[in-house]
């Protein structure tokens, strides 16, 4: 399936700007700029390491119970790490992808297809996901539920898209002290890496300005996207909320069931 509109590769200066006070913006401008390096940056791989990974956390959370589920539906798939990889797990049989971002949903795709599984995709927002009710046996995400702004709207759509008695599973996401820690890191790293390059014999390591003003948008861009950490009494509070029952989360993995 098509992905229904164009990446934006690089976001503008006036870009942005835009997206400073429009969250969903700053998703698709950072995730499209990202969406070509993301598997290479964060060790994505679509063998045995990353499918016992992606099962081992469905596991954790959910059980092997219903295995293998139907169709299944990822929100937020970026390129597809977990949806792809639970599906060469033997969790699902086929599946659908959405993204906000084109470029994600593009790639998403280019890896499904090599793969050989039976996967396709639409560009879409998680709190109007585009398909009729009970489409899908699960839904789920992973490290998606912090970039979305309307969370409890996101739940209510994920249970209508569901099938009675349907799962949905949710990984990944940042927990408020696993959250302040990375953060600090961050921070620190930032702080050395600058100082060290203005030495005289790390000078050469410095890129030009360019480059400089390019990582910096992105920056910019990427301190734009994380709206929420959790705490797994609220997740299971805003799950509960929406209508669905047998709730359960471990750190930062929810797991929750749906009966109509």
Not at 32 to 44: C, F, L, P, Q
Not at 56 to 85: D, I, K, M, Q, S
Not at 208 to 225: C, F, G, K, W, Y
């Amino acid at each position: 399936m098509s992905t229904d509109s164009a990446p934006n590769r690089h976001a503008t200066p006036a870009q942005v700007e835009a997206a400073r006070n429009d969250p969903k913006l700053a998703n698709v401008l950072y995730h499209d700029w990202e969406a070509g390096s993301y598997d290479e940056k964060w060790s994505i791989s679509y063998d045995e390491r990353c499918i016992d990974y992606a099962t081992g956390r469905f596991e954790l959370v959910a059980g092997r119970a219903g295995w293998p589920y139907g169709r299944a539906l990822e929100l937020g798939c970026g390129t597809g790490f977990f949806l792809l990889n639970l599906i060469q797990g033997k969790v699902a049989e086929r599946g659908s992808v959405t993204d906000l971002s084109p470029g994600m949903v593009a790639v998403a795709l280019r890896n499904a297809d090599g793969l050989g599984l039976d996967v396709d995709g639409r560009v879409a927002d998680a709190e109007r996901i585009p398909y009729d009710e009970d489409t899908f046996d699960l839904v789920v995400g992973h490290a998606v539920l912090h970039h979305i702004p309307d969370i409890a709207a996101t739940f209510r759509e994920v249970l209508r898209v569901l099938k009675p008695g349907g799962r949905f599973v949710f990984a990944g996401e940042p927990t408020k002290i696993g959250d302040r820690y990375a953060r600090r890191l961050g921070q620190l790293t930032w702080w050395t890496v600058t100082r060290a390059t203005r030495l005289r014999p790390l000078r050469s390591w410095r890129r030009p300005q360019a480059e400089l003003d390019e990582s910096s948008r992105a920056a910019a861009l990427e301190a734009l996207v994380d709206l929420h950490t959790f705490d797994p009494d609220e997740l299971e509070t805003l799950a509960i909320g929406a209508g669905a029952k047998d709730v359960r989360v471990v750190t930062e993995e929810l797991s929750a069931a749906f009966f109509g």
